[in-house]
């Protein structure tokens, strides 16, 4: 594992010109020393005086919102107005997390036992909550919330090519919350690792790659009590039936491919056509795509910014090089902003296209995220063919079926396992209100999204025979 520099400075990958400020690797040692110290503490702290900081930190958060999203667009390059809706869904989170802390962390007592019980949630302890770059507040910022309302401190290791915007964010937490329960470890894989590890970190929420995800499943293989919520990448697939609204299609997968220039665990990165329509739809998708063009982030008009990194943008520029492969549409990687020849990372979509079954499955991307805005389309003669291409990848984050009917809806949804399933939505609408997470490779534990706190804590059983307690008596404790 590479070690991380000491220190580093970004720069904007929307205009390499602008050095952001100089960032330091964080040691993890005294954060965790600090986080032990201050775990029972706070797991003993009442829910409502939890809550009560969270809600003063959330209208905090309210009043630098659009200097947050500001921040992002510039650190990473998402559009502003794509990172002004991820900075509403920050804030929308503390209100739902906290009412789902009083639906799971409330005791159940349970009165069809032998003897008057209570099933407990227990606070677990420091949680280490590791992000990625692309949503750089949004996915960490729900595992942050579920674990602090449940009583565990907090060790937030933000992505390295977003270190601004997480410090910013964590400044309102370690100004609000008490000293220890909260702390900020910046650096790249070898802190990430060193938090994991640690025996005292009790659980671990990780959004980002699968070979990631997997080197801290194999790191702590031993300590089978500590727990490790994995949310991983996808290889997500829209669906169009012959009997589906072409247009609202076409627009959902450009969409769905572009968004975050395709740097979403849930863009459309698949497109599977039944036969009948496909020379229409694909007509439509190429029309609906022209109107993605690279332009600056910061900007109010802007829909595709460029991609975060200048590895992403190498990665991307290798593939388009590639003559093995079948191209619709052939993108480009631009040393240059088109609109004023600013130097970043920018790109425009890219499509392949795999004319029948044996082709689509000897794809080379199935298994593979490039994370950039390229889209596969396939197309199938059946159903049998639809769920043959799209089981043929390990992923099972999101998948979208068009048709205007229920049933074959259901049909194919008996076939498909993905962890969120949409009909007639692009594959990258996944609202804060309903569980987030996938399936097969894609992760575990649903760290992502609505009830994530019901993996926060431990359960306990406690029994009390009655009468064999008094409750007259003193607790010299
Ligand atoms: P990444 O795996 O490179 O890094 C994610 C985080 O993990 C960073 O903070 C990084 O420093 C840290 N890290 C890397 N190796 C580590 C290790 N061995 N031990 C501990 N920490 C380690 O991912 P990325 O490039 O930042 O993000 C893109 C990936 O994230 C894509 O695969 C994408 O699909 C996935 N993602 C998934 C979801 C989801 O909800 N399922 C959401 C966003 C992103």
């Known amino acids: 594992m590479p070690a991380t520099p000491t220190s580093w400075t970004n720069h904007s990958p929307g205009d390499l010109r602008i050095?952001?400020?100089?960032?330091?690797?964080?040691p993890p040692g005294p954060a965790i020393e600090?986080?032990?110290r201050a775990a029972l503490g706070w797991a003993r702290t009442p829910l409502t005086e939890r809550a009560a900081l969270l809600r003063a930190i959330r209208d905090e958060l309210q009043t630098i919102a659009s200097e947050l999203a500001s921040t992002i667009s510039l650190e990473m390059g998402k559009p502003l107005t794509e990172a002004r809706g991820e900075l509403t869904a920050v804030i929308a989170k503390f209100d739902l997390?906290?009412?789902d802390a009083d639906r799971h962390l409330a005791s159940e007592s349970v009165t069809d036992g032998p003897h008057p019980s209570e099933r407990r949630q227990l606070a677990r302890g420091p949680a280490a909550v590791i992000g990625p770059f692309n949503f750089p507040l949004h996915l960490a910022n729900g595992a942050i919330l579920a674990h602090l309302a449940a009583g565990n401190p907090v060790l937030f290791k933000p992505s390295p090519v977003t270190p601004v915007v997480a410090a910013r964010y964590a400044e309102v937490f370690l100004r609000h919350l008490p000293p220890g329960v909260f702390g900020l470890v910046q650096g790249g894989a070898a802190e990430g690792q060193t938090l994991c590890t640690d025996p005292r970190v009790r659980a671990i929420c990780?959004?980002?790659s699968v070979a990631a995800g997997r080197a801290i499943s194999r790191a702590i293989a031993d300590d089978y009590t500590k727990n490790l919520a994995l949310e991983l990448g996808g290889k997500?697939?829209?669906?169009?039936?012959?009997?589906?609204d072409l247009a609202a299609a076409a627009q959902a997968a450009a969409d769905g491919l572009c968004l975050t220039a395709g740097q979403r665990c849930n863009a459309t990165t698949r497109i599977i056509l039944h036969r009948e329509i496909s020379a229409?739809?694909?007509?439509q998708f190429l029309t609906a795509l022209a109107a993605w063009s690279p332009a600056d982030p910061l900007l109010e008009s802007t829909k595709l910014g460029p991609l975060a990194t200048a590895a992403a943008h190498d990665r991307y520029a290798a593939t388009l090089q590639r003559d093995d492969l079948p191209w619709l549409l052939r993108g480009t990687a631009l040393a240059t902003r088109p609109t004023d020849g600013a130097p970043g990372h920018y790109v425009t979509p890219s499509v392949l296209l795999w004319e029948n079954?044996?082709?689509?499955?000897?794809s080379p991307f199935t298994h593979e995220e490039?994370?950039?805005?390229?889209?596969?389309i396939f197309i199938a003669s059946n159903d049998a063919e639809i769920l043959a291409l799209h089981n043929a990848t390990p992923y099972g984050l999101t998948a979208s079926i068009y048709t205007r009917s229920r049933a074959h809806f259901e049909s194919l949804a008996a076939g498909i396992t993905v962890g969120n399933l949409y009909a007639n939505l692009p594959t990258t609408f996944s609202p804060s209100a309903l569980p987030f997470g996938g399936l097969a490779l894609s992760g575990n534990g649903k760290p992502g999204g609505r009830h994530f706190i019901r993996f926060t804590t431990d359960e306990q059983s406690v029994q009390i025979p009655a009468g064999s307690l008094s409750t007259s008596g003193v607790c010299n404790a």
Do not use: K, Q, Y
């Open 357 to 362: 079954l044996a082709a689509g499955l000897s």
């Open 19 to 26: 050095a952001l400020p100089n960032v330091h690797a964080t």
């Open 97 to 99: 997390t906290l009412s």
């Open 206 to 208: 990780f959004t980002g």
């Open 34 to 36: 600090a986080a032990t």
């Open 236 to 244: 997500n697939a829209l669906i169009v039936c012959p009997d589906a």
């Open 280 to 283: 229409a739809f694909i007509e």
């Open 370 to 376: 490039l994370f950039a805005p390229l889209v596969e």
